[in-house]
C-alpha cells in the first residue's frame, strides 16, 4: 500500500464479519483496519485520517447511529456507510438524514461492498475538490486561455500544446462542438514565438466559397460585383501571426484546391490581381467532424486533408473529462460574479451533484451558458438546483421533437439527443415506480426488478433520486 492509497475503517463488534469487509476490500487498492466496538472506533479515528467509515448500525456499545453522528459532526469529509442486518425504511431513512454516504443491508455481496465503497470515494473527491475551488474563491490555474483542469485528458492535451507551441507546426484541432477547439488555438499562439504578433479566428461555415476567397485573399477593385474598392485579405493582414480556421470541412472542394496551394507555398494572388504575394504565417486549423469519412464520401480532398492533418490535436467532450466540470464551473463562477458584482462563493451539495453527474452534450460552451445564468439568478452566496433549472428538465423531449432541422447533421444529432432522453425519462420512472411498489426499500426494489442492488444504485444516482425521498411519500 502507498501513502496515497485510501484508508478504510470497518466496525463491527463480530470478527468475522469485520475480517471478511477486509478481505473483500483488500482486492481493491486501499489500506483497510477494523474495530470491534464504537468506542475503539473513535479513538482510532481521533489518531488517524480515515476517507471511508463502514459501521455496522446495532452494536452492544455504542451503535452505529451514534458512531454516525460524532464522525460527520467533527470529519465531515469522511464517508460514512451504514450496514445492518435489521434493514428498515425508517432506519434507511434516518441514517441518511444523519449524513451517511449509503445504507447497506446484511447480507450483502463482495461485489456490492467494494461498488459501494469505489462511489463513496468517488462522491468525496468531488466534496473535496469543491472545498479547494471554494477557498480558491476561483483563482485557477491553467497555461493559458482557460485550458482548465487536472484530467488525464486535459493533461494530455497541455502536454501536446506546450510542445507544439515554440514551432511553426501547422496543427490540426478537431472535437464535438463547444469543447474549446478555439481556446488550445489561443494557447498556441499565446505561447509561441508569435504571441506579440496579430491572432485572427475565422469560421469558414459563415462565408460562401467566393465570399471566403475574397476574405482571406482580397482583391482589388472590380475583381466582382460590389467591389468597390480594393481590400487586403487575412493571409496579408496576418503576416508573421497566427491564423486559425474553424470548420475548415465546411469550404468547397473548388476553395480546397485554391487553398491548398497557399498552404503548401504561402504564396497567393488577391481576386482579380496579377501580382504573387508571399506571407509568413502559422495555421491552425478544426473541426468537429470526422474528416476521414468526408475524404472517403468525396468531400474533401485527399490532398487537402494530408496537407492539414499534421499534428493532430483531440479535444474530448466534457463528458470524458468530468473531473474538470468544477474547476471549469469556479471559473465562469469567479468571471460572471465579478462582471455582475455579486459574491458568490461557491455552489451547494445539490447543485455540485447535478453540475457532476450531468453529462452537458453542449460542453463547455453549455456550461458556460449555464453558469452565467445561474449567477444572474442568483440571490445569496451560493448557486443551488433552484438557479440551474434547465439541468433539472433534461428529460424533456417535447422541444426536440418540435425541433425542425435543416441538415443532414441536425437531424443525426437531433435523433441521438431524442433518443438519450427519451431513455433517460424511461428509466427514472422506472427507478422512482420500483421504489413507490417496494416502500423506498432499494434491495427489495433491486430484487423485484432483477437488477443488482449496485446497479439500481447507479440509476438512483444517475437521475438524482435519494432514499431521502422515502419520508416525503409518507
Known sequence: MTANNPRILIIDDELPICQNCVKILSKMDCEASYALSGYDALEMIGTQSFDVVITDLKMSTLGGMEVLSRVKEKYPETMVIVITGY???????????????????????PHELRATVLQALSEREVMLQNQ???QQQGALKSISHQLIGSSPKIKKVINMVQKVAPTDSTVFIYGESGTGKELI????????????EVFFAIDCGTFSGSLL?????????????????????????AHRGTIFLDEISNISLKAQGKL??????????????????????RLIFATNKNLEDMVAEGALREDFYYRIFVYPIMMPPLRERKMDILPIAYHFLKQFSQSLGKRITGFGDAAISRLTEYDWPGNVRQLRNAIE??????EKDKITLKELPALSDTDNVDPLVSYIPTTSEELKKIKKEVRQKAVSKV??????????????????????????RTNFQALMRKHNVRLIESDKTG
Open 213 to 237: 476567397e475574397s476574405e482571406l485573399f482580397g482583391h482589388v477593385k472590380g475583381a466582382f460585383t460590389g467591389a468597390y474598392k480594393e481590400k487586403d485579405g487575412i493571409f496579408k493582414l
Open 87 to 109: 434493514a428498515s425504511v425508517s432506519s434507511a431513512v434516518e441514517v441518511m438524514k444523519l449524513g451517511a454516504f449509503d445504507y447497506l443491508p446484511k447480507p450483502f455481496t
Open 185 to 196: 488555438a489561443r494557447a498556441i499562439h499565446a505561447n509561441s514565438k508569435r504571441k506579440e
Open 260 to 281: 491548398l496551394r497557399f498552404f503548401e507555398t504561402r504564396e497567393f494572388m488577391s481576386l482579380g490581381g496579377t501580382s504573387i504575394e508571399w506571407v509568413n504565417i
Open 132 to 134: 479547494e475551488l471554494m
Open 427 to 452: 428509466e427514472k420512472n422506472f427507478v422512482l415506480n420500483a421504489l413507490i411498489q417496494n416502500n423506498w426499500n432499494v434491495t427489495r426494489a433491486a430484487k423485484n426488478t432483477g437488477l443488482q
Open 373 to 378: 445564468r445561474a449567477t444572474i439568478l442568483c
